[in-house]
């Protein structure tokens, strides 16, 4: 049952955006975030600040028992030897799970702070966007080329009610606040100039929001964020 109380009320998307309900209680936030604009604020407000959190956390190095494990829990067969496909595949499925973990372990981490290069041309980044709280459901996939081309392709075929669409944005500054790149047809690709995008850097925001047809009446997102993910350094020339 929905707490009426608001900070309960927030503690349990908090909640839900971690992982931590069973599916009926699930199932009841989904239901909020779609119909309560102050209930999606709250879920947009905890995704920005689980993914500030993890920017800070060091990059850790699965262990070979670790990998076992997944293989395992995938019905793969550790006698085979996977193809360079499936490396990556396998590594991209790992990536997703290992971030599920760390979101949790973010509420008793501590946590230590994380000193960034300034980016430098001809860099390529990669964004998975997924689903708040559902770590291991990718949705859409962005590729940004050393030129600052920005591909967004879809791994789903969202369905998206009539009168409503989804908007693309990203947040460099959170001062700034976010900043519209246009609108996106469910279920197809987008190809955008470097022109549009601007400077890309490592820890991006990169967010798809279902809005009314037309877009957000305002300069950030009025509804509830879909899909969510950070730009991450993928190459350098």
């Known amino acids: 049952m929905i707490p009426h109380d608001p900070e309960e009320r927030r503690a349990l998307i908090g909640e839900y955006l971690l992982g931590l309900l069973d599916e009926p209680e699930a199932a009841e936030v989904r239901q909020l975030l779609d119909e309560d604009e102050q209930a999606a604020r709250m ?3 905890w995704e920005r600040h689980f993914l500030e959190l993890s920017d800070r956390l060091p990059a850790q190095v699965p262990s070979p028992a670790l ?3 997944i293989r395992r829990s995938l019905g793969l067969h550790a006698e085979r030897r996977p193809s360079a496909l ?3 595949w396998n590594s991209l499925l790992a990536w997703r799970l290992t971030a599920a973990v760390l979101a949790v372990a973010l509420l008793v981490a501590v946590l230590l702070p994380l000193l960034r290069s300034p980016d430098i041309a001809g860099q390529r980044y990669t964004v998975v966007l997924q689903q708040p709280g559902e770590a291991a459901q990718p949705g859409w996939v962005i590729q940004v080329g050393s030129d600052g081309t920005l591909q967004l392709d ?3 075929a969202d369905q998206v009610p009539e009168g409503r669409a989804l908007q693309f944005w990203t947040l ?3 001062a700034e606040g976010p900043r519209s790149l246009g609108l996106v047809e469910a279920g197809k690709p987008l190809r955008l100039p470097a022109e549009q ?3 890309v850097q490592a820890g991006q925001l990169f967010e798809l929001t279902l809005e009314p047809a037309g877009g957000s009446p305002y300069d950030r ?3 509830p964020v879909l899909y969510i ?6 190459s350098a020339n």
């Open 154 to 156: 879809p791994l789903v």
């Open 221 to 223: 997102p009025s509804g």
């Open 229 to 234: 993910g950070r730009a991450v350094l993928a």
């Open 86 to 88: 499936g490396n990556w």
């Open 67 to 69: 990998w076992l494990r």
């Open 197 to 199: 995008i601007g400077a």
């Open 172 to 174: 460099v500054d959170p």
């Open 43 to 45: 879920a947009l407000d």
